[in-house]
């Protein structure tokens, strides 16, 4: 049974209480770009998509978001449109009174830039930080209820702030925290409408963050919907997969109102597999149950039946998703009428590797894009992927100093908002950091800044390469 939520009204929709459970996509596009945006965000709602999010960094493109929002709804188009603000609560503001909803990001709304450091707080200097979050917090909220804006409380593991990661670690305690700050705000001062996200790129870390917030706001008396997504999930199989162990563990435990599959596709190309994923939770409900009884030697046999290659991705994924992730199994035989044995065994694979069960090869933690992205983010994809699968494939693949073989985490962000954050699961790092240039990582450190972007593909792979010889 789906958890009962609060209904928020974003636009002529409502999210939440006994609605339908909601998709979205985010454009790719430049906010600048009006022409392009507005053409975008009908692709997305033709697509099917209930909502559309834009990127809104600066005054500038959240000023646009009224030419935008005036071309959309001038096609009769009525999908809400929705501001992300990440750096500047100013910007938050502004699109509060030309949008449907807003979305701020906790760990940088207010808080200093994140620079990884370690700092040091009494309970009397902590609490004066909440104070100024609360202060440059109620006047938005105060412009949003008159503007008759929901806003979106998005919580992103890649970017939380150094005083919430110096006081609860990199967990999901710490996660929670940096989202109920805010939503205790909201509640003091009688704002109820909001949506909250927590988002990882990490499947494991995802799903035990949202759980755990659910116990924390059912504690406190809340009962916001929640939107769903693994960020960064990738693209093709990879991205479908992770995105169903995700978003599909969580849906069969009755927990999400509204969900997004971030691939690093064409933002259209994310709505049919939402609604897959939607359309598939009762079957994957008694999917789970059934493998969950048929876990034996702490391997999951999984029975199921399948239209297609993409179907039987996300139904796998989805019906054994949580049980993985708790480490009820460690290994997963799936069994399906009409397709191969090595078919079924290179998903069943996948899948352990998108719950974090064991890795199997490289795997590709690359965002979806959107107006912040700084180069051509599907290409570079393709030719890093290309590069990696040319080294696995030869005589010399991957090995670490002791000679073992390495299956590597490749971290392909278009911007820093999450670049560096997210780099904490990725072993490797390819961050835009400005209209082509490029910085390399290793981990959270940037290693290489600013290389031309027609090189940074060569001087990933040759840094990698000698950082493994170590």
């Known amino acids: 049974m789906r958890r009962k ?67 959309v709804r001038s096609a009769g188009c009525q999908v809400p449109l929705v501001a992300d603000v990440h750096f500047n609560p100013n910007v938050a503001d502004v699109a509060a009174l030309y949008c449907e909803k807003v979305r701020i990001n906790p760990g940088n709304y207010v808080d200093a830039a994140r620079q990884f450091k370690h700092l040091e707080y009494t309970d009397e200097e902590y609490a004066e930080e909440l104070f100024k979050i609360e202060a440059r917090l109620v006047p938005f909220l105060n412009t949003c209820r008159e503007h008759q804006t929901a806003i979106r409380i998005g919580v992103n593991h890649g970017s ?87 978003i599909g563990a969580l849906l069969t435990e009755g927990i999400g109102d509204t969900i997004r599959v971030s691939l690093s596709e064409e933002p259209e190309c994310e709505i049919p597999v939402a609604r897959k994923l939607v359309g598939f939770i009762d079957e994957c409900t008694r999917l789970r149950a059934a493998a969950k009884q048929s876990i034996e030697n702490d391997a999951i046999t999984l029975a199921l039946t399948a239209d297609s290659p993409e179907d039987l991705q996300l139904k796998a994924a989805m019906a054994v998703g949580a049980l993985l992730i708790d480490r009820k199994a460690t290994a997963l035989r799936i069994v399906c009428e009409g397709f191969e044995e090595d078919c079924l065994q290179s998903l069943s694979d996948n899948i352990l590797q998108a719950a974090r069960v064991k890795f199997v090869k490289t795997e590709y933690i690359s965002c979806p894009g959107c107006g912040r992205t700084l180069y051509g983010l599907q290409d570079t994809i393709a030719r890093i992927r290309a590069a990696v699968s040319e080294r696995e494939k030869s005589d010399h693949p991957f090995v670490n100093a002791a000679g073992e073989r390495v299956f590597l985490k490749i971290g392909i962000m278009g911007c820093i908002v999450n670049g560096p954050g997210e780099m904490a699961d990725a072993d490797y790092g390819y961050v835009g950091a400005a209209r082509g240039k490029i910085s390399l990582y290793k981990g959270r450190e940037c290693v290489e800044k600013n290389i031309p972007e027609e090189e940074a593909v060569e001087r990933l792979m040759a840094f990698i390469e000698n950082d493994l010889r170590q």
């Open 5 to 71: 939520t609060r209904e928020v009204r974003v636009g002529g929709i409502a999210i939440g209480g006994n609605n339908p459970i909601r998709v979205q996509s985010m454009c790719t596009t430049s906010t600048m770009d009006t022409e392009g945006s507005v053409a975008q965000t009908l692709r997305i709602a033709k697509a099917g998509g209930e909502l559309v999010r834009l990127t809104t960094q600066g005054t500038r493109e959240a000023e646009n978001m009224r030419l935008i929002s005036e071309g």
């Open 160 to 246: 939380l702030s150094d005083r919430i990661m110096s006081r609860y670690g990199d967990t999901p305690e710490g996660i929670v925290e940096s989202c109920m700050e805010f939503l205790r705000i909201c509640v003091k001062h009688r704002f109820m409408d909001v949506v909250i996200s927590i988002k990882a790129s990490n499947t494991v870390v995802m799903v035990q963050s949202v759980r755990l917030l659910v116990r924390e706001m059912e504690r406190e008396g809340m009962d916001f919907p929640l939107h769903l997504g693994v960020t960064e999930a990738g693209e093709g199989e990879d991205g479908r997969i992770k995105s169903a162990v995700g």
